[in-house]
């Protein structure tokens, strides 16, 4: 009955390329997540983990803080989304004193974790609002 949250923001990741990456973990238990993260080749994978890592931490430190019982393997990645951070807008200089944009993106990246009994728990309560 843990539901912990990790989030990281102005991360230098596209989101773009950061959106890639969080599908791979979709869905799947944290400790296989963490290992696909491990070694997919793609640059976003590494803060991605990071973050993964950092969620059943505080999955962890929730159910303790609870004095309630939590076996790690029973996480899984329940929601996972990137949003658009800002933009750093820099300039290129080019030929005859033109100028090219150059846009450096950045991403905020958030991390649900939960156990399948929270997740029921959820469901049946959205089932009784409507």
Do not use: C, W
């Not at 969080?22 to 290992?35: S, T």
């Not at 990137?82 to 950045?106: C, H, M, S, W, Y």
Request: no cysteine.
């Amino acid at each position: 009955m843990v539901e912990s949250i990790a989030r990281v923001r102005h991360i230098r990741v596209t989101p773009q390329k950061a959106r890639r990456v969080i599908e791979l973990i979709r869905g799947k238990q944290a400790h296989e997540a963490l290992a696909i993260l491990k070694f997919a080749p793609q640059a976003a994978s590494e803060p991605v983990y990071k973050l993964v890592a950092s969620a059943i931490a505080n999955a962890r430190v929730k159910a303790d803080s609870t004095n309630s019982f939590l076996d790690e393997r029973d996480l899984y990645v329940s929601r996972v989304f990137v949003d658009e951070g800002t933009t750093l807008k820099r300039f290129q200089p080019r030929a005859q004193g033109r100028a090219f944009r150059i846009n450096k993106r950045t991403s905020h990246i958030t991390v649900v974790l939960a156990t399948p009994d929270e997740a029921e728990a959820a469901a049946t309560s959205k089932k009784a609002s409507n």
